[in-house]
């Protein structure tokens, strides 16, 4: 497969990547996406602590590791990156309200800034399904403010996909997520898309999204749209 596009999947021209949340349940499999398809020459994962990657990663991988409460400080780890992919995000419970606030908008919204200001021309963005600025749930309101806060930093594209509930084998307890990961779990078996959505399937609509030319500036891609994409390009091995 060709080395991925700059900012309209044009084959050839993209050399470097980054990737925000490479250790979360989305980030792992997109990493992974990236490496099995050499789609960049370059891939810098930025996140908060040092991980370790099997030797299989090679050199293609470099860390960096940032203060997000400082992360102006850190605007060189953002430097020369032609896409920038952004799968943070922590919860309520786990965070509460004001930390939820601060990593899934402040936190996006400030790499986004940095990206651009670094080179960065494509930036894709996890977000989630019924995300809206004026929900009433605190949720889906700070996912609909950090989509605008991005869409207002002007890249060249912008995609924001925005998945139903992940289903993955999730590393951290999250017993409410389980519960209801293992019901949409069955219930995908009726309406696969309408629910829920793999992150296999999330990182492979990534890099379906990086490989096709853009429609428009900014793209947001619903549940159903992901799915789809993530169908266009072959599951590793197959
Ligand atoms: N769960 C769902 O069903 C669902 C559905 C739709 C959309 N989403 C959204 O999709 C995105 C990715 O979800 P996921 O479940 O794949 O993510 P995840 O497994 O929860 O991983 C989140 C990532 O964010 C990083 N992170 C969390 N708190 C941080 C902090 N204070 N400072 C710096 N980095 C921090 C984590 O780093 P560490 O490893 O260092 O903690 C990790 O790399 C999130 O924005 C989530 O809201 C989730």
């Not at 307890?173 to 999330?202: D, N």
Request: hydrophobic letters at 45%.
């Amino acid at each position: 497969m060709a080395v991925a596009g700059g900012s309209g999947g044009d084959g050839g021209r993209g050399r470097s990547c980054f990737v925000l949340g490479a250790s979360g349940e989305t980030g792992r499999v997109l990493l992974r996406e990236l490496l099995a398809r050499q789609l960049f020459a370059r891939v810098t994962l930025i996140g908060r602590r040092w991980l370790s990657l099997g030797e299989e990663t090679g050199e293609a991988v470099e860390q960096v590791v940032v203060d997000f409460e400082r992360l102006s400080e850190h605007a060189a780890a953002f430097l020369g990156h032609d896409v920038g992919f952004c799968c943070l995000g922590t919860t309520r419970a786990k965070a509460g309200v004001d930390g939820f606030i601060r990593v899934d908008r402040d936190y996006v919204a400030q790499a986004a800034q940095l990206a651009q200001a670094g080179g960065c021309k494509h930036f894709l963005l996890q977000s989630a399904r019924g995300a809206n600025q004026d929900s009433h749930f605190l949720y889906l309101r700070v996912k609909g403010e950090v989509e605008s806060l991005v869409q207002a930093v002007d890249f060249d594209r912008c995609t924001i996909l925005r998945p139903a509930m992940l289903l993955c084998k999730r590393q951290e307890s999250r017993p409410m997520e389980l519960i209801v990961q293992r019901f949409l779990g069955v219930v995908a078996w009726v309406f696969p898309t309408a629910y829920s959505v793999p992150v296999e399937m999330v990182a492979r609509a990534m890099v379906a999204s990086v490989l096709q030319p853009g429609k428009g500036k900014v793209e947001v891609l619903e549940n159903r749209d992901i799915h789809k994409l993530g169908k266009a390009v072959p599951q590793q091995g197959t």
